[in-house]
């Protein structure tokens, strides 16, 4: 099983939007089943996955303390991605869930704010050892700022070659629990996801590959009162 974390500290980067997308892309090209974890105290991801009327992917009820037990439960159960979205600016909580990641991608938008914040991100992902890619994301198009940005990333890590533009219908599919895809599959923005996961799909292989020991969760595992709740939508 496979585990990919979208975090950044900054505030309304894009994790909660690309986290939703990228695992349903990547239910739909058959690298699932996939799970959802929403490790936010505000839950967006829980609450547009609530509004969704496709069964997949699954969610995961899980609280980080738990994280690392639950994950084992989850790839006992056949699960074969995990996407996980992650808090704002709440560092000792992103630090535990980059703990158990494979690979973390640090959306960023292409603003001045947003590229100085990045580098609180980066040194977390780094002082844990784990791998990462940035996504450029909410870019306007032909804006000199976004090749600056992504140069400018560049610095610091990995940068996803496929840029992900600011389309008014990633913010409308969220609002009732759906994804670009799913609302128009030839859509501009539905081409940047589909990109964007074949790139993130190919680099978590490689990740996966170079990771010997299958009990590398750091967490040890706890006695559990409960297993985690796994849930499907209901039929309509
Ligand atoms: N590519 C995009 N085009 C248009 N709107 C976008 C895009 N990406 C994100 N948004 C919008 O920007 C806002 C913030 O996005 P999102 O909630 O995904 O960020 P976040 O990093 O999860 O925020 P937080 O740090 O508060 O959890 C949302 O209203 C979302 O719809
Ligand atoms: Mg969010």
Redo the contacts with the bound molecule.
Sequence with gaps: MRVLTFA?Q?????????AGHIAVQAEAMGAGPVALIDT?P?G?LADWWHERESETPVFAHTSVSELASDLRELADMGMKLVVI?T??AITSMIEKVIEVSELVVI?TRPSPHDLRAAGATVQLVEALNKSMMFVV??ASRRARITSEAAIALSQHGIVAPVT?????D??AS?IDGRTVMELDPKARSSKEIAQLWDYMNAKLNKVHRTIISPDRFTIPRRKRTQVPGVEQTETA
């Excluded at 900054?10 to 690309?18: E, H, P, Q, W």
């Design positions: 950044s900054k505030g309304g980067s894009g994790k909660t939007t690309l936010d505000q967006s979205d808090p704002p959306p994301n909410a992900i533009h600011q389309r008014t990633f913010a969220m």
